[in-house]
């Protein structure tokens, strides 16, 4: 008997089966984030203007330890201004992971220049320094690390080899609120760097995010382009071009309210992660797990399988029990806009063995522990 087969004759099967389906994710709320939301309509500040923007911008300067933040409409944003404040253009090249979600690379081609894509460690997932290394070129002006999933980058290997070579270093930080290595929180290492708040985030704003810099000329030039271009010193004066890449006030407002209860987000997450390690430990799997040195913020708890023949059906299996999973991104590399023909062997295999679990703050114990029943009776 087959796979799928044995999959069709044992489905009905599956213990204690649920009515509804357990979410990939979904936003946790628990603070003030509705009084806040009110105080905003209360005072009828509920576009980009409004104190809940400044207060949410200095909390959460406060709680990465930087000295400025400004805030943007969505983390694809911030990406782009962040690279167009350092001055990525036209024949620039970035190094890039090619495993990553597709607004690291999409916003280096809408500033012209041009991604150049460098393989995963098996045992992380993020960029390969050595890789890195191998790209680079005399057009090579910054390199664009992601910490995917929550986990982060090798933050010395990747400093050595900018500072050695004259580059800018970007931080994709959004799948890393809370994320640290060597103590110190990512999004602080670099020249740059820039976090979602999106609605499957650690902390959700709706859409939002944050470009960071400790440069107080990039910061300038971040909160100059994302307000259209407007002079300080004349009304109405556009003196470049520029973008409308504000937050809201209510968004700002949501997001102080999920800030004041971030550390209880994040302690729940690490619970989650321990679980899901413990109730699926024996099978042909392995979880992300965090490493000697870092905090891994479990955005997602994740897993690749052994072998990728078994991850789609798996996935299946899971969908039929009412289990919402997500794939790993797909390599960059492989996309029809931006395909170059390369072969990288350890984000392809990644990709194709990897799964996203439910890994949201409100799952419970039960519920984990059902998902990794299901798990283990697909393993038999």
Known sequence: MSLLERMAS??????????????????????????YVNQCLDSTWISSKGEFIDRFERSFCQFIDADQATSVCNGTVAIHLALEAIGIG?????????????????????????????????????????????KITSRTKAVLIVHLYGLPCDMDAVMAICEEHNLLLVEDCAEAVGTRYKGRHVGTFGDVATFSFFGNKTITTGEGGMVVSKDSAVMARARHLKSQGVSPIREYWHDSLAYNYRMTNICAAIGLAQLENVEVILARKRQIADCYRKGLVGLPLKTHDELQDTV?????CS?????????????????????????????????????????FPIAESLSARGINLPSYPALSNPEIELICSYIRAYFG
């Open 303 to 343: 897993l690749v399988v052994n072998d990728a023949k078994v991850r789609d059906s798996l996935r299946e299996w899971l969908k039929q029990a009412d289990v919402e999973t997500r794939p790993l991104f797909f390599p960059s590399h492989t996309l029809p806009h931006c395909s170059t023909g390369e072969h």
């Open 90 to 134: 036209p024949g620039d090249e970035v190094i890039v992971p090619t495993l990553t979600y597709i607004a690291s690379v999409n916003t280096i081609l809408q500033t012209g220049a041009t991604p150049i894509f460098v393989d995963s460690i098996e045992n992380t997932w993020q960029i390969d320094p050595q890789d890195i290394k191998r």
């Open 10 to 35: 044992n489905i009905l099967h599956v213990p204690n089966k649920r009515s509804f389906m357990i979410p990939v994710y979904q936003p946790y709320f628990s603070g003030r984030e509705k009084y």
């Open 296 to 300: 891994h913020s479990f955005w997602m």
